[in-house]
């Protein structure tokens, strides 16, 4: 009996304790970003068409490609400061092409169609520029650039 109860307690403790450690749960990416979620608020994890969704939301999809591991931290490992130190920007230089300033250095910018096929995939520079070529075609497309994302309508 003592045995038992010194066992439930032991457990509760490292219970309790892994708990209080754990704060967070940090998804790490490729490209040295990280979005921490507050455990708190009881995010949901799925796995949707090669992504690991949290809370259901397109904002918080990650592509498998792209996520290093995701673990639970104590702290908020997110680089607020870093992701909002300077706004991303696009400047169309003509019909056909758009630069990209700003962008997080070795992490690439990617142009798809909504139905999904890629046209156009570079790498940024160490400056946080790239250049994207336009397919001369009408439609809605996704302009990927680390963790963000653009829709951009060609008519």
Not at 47 to 55: C, F, G, K, R
Not at 93 to 120: C, H, K, M, R, W
Request: glycine content about 4%; charged content about 25%; some cysteine.
């Amino acid at each position: 009996m003592r045995k038992r109860f010194l066992f439930v307690l032991s457990s509760i403790c490292l219970a309790l304790g892994i708990h209080a450690e754990s704060n967070y749960m940090t998804v790490e990416l490729k490209n040295g970003s990280k979005i921490s979620f507050l455990l708190a608020d009881n995010p949901v994890i799925t796995y949707q068409n090669e992504s690991l969704v949290i809370n259901k939301d397109e904002k918080t999809s990650y592509n498998f490609e792209d996520v290093k591991n995701y673990h639970f931290t104590e702290s908020d490992e997110t680089k607020a400061e870093e992701v909002f130190s300077e706004s991303l920007r696009f400047i169309q230089v003509d019909e056909e092409t758009i630069e990209v300033q700003n962008a997080q250095p070795n992490t690439y910018v990617i142009l798809t169609a909504i139905n999904g096929t890629t046209f156009s995939k570079t790498k940024v520079d160490e400056d946080g520029k790239t250049i994207i070529k336009m397919p001369n075609q009408t439609g809605i497309f996704i302009l990927s650039a680390g963790i963000r994302s653009f829709k951009i309508i060609r008519k």
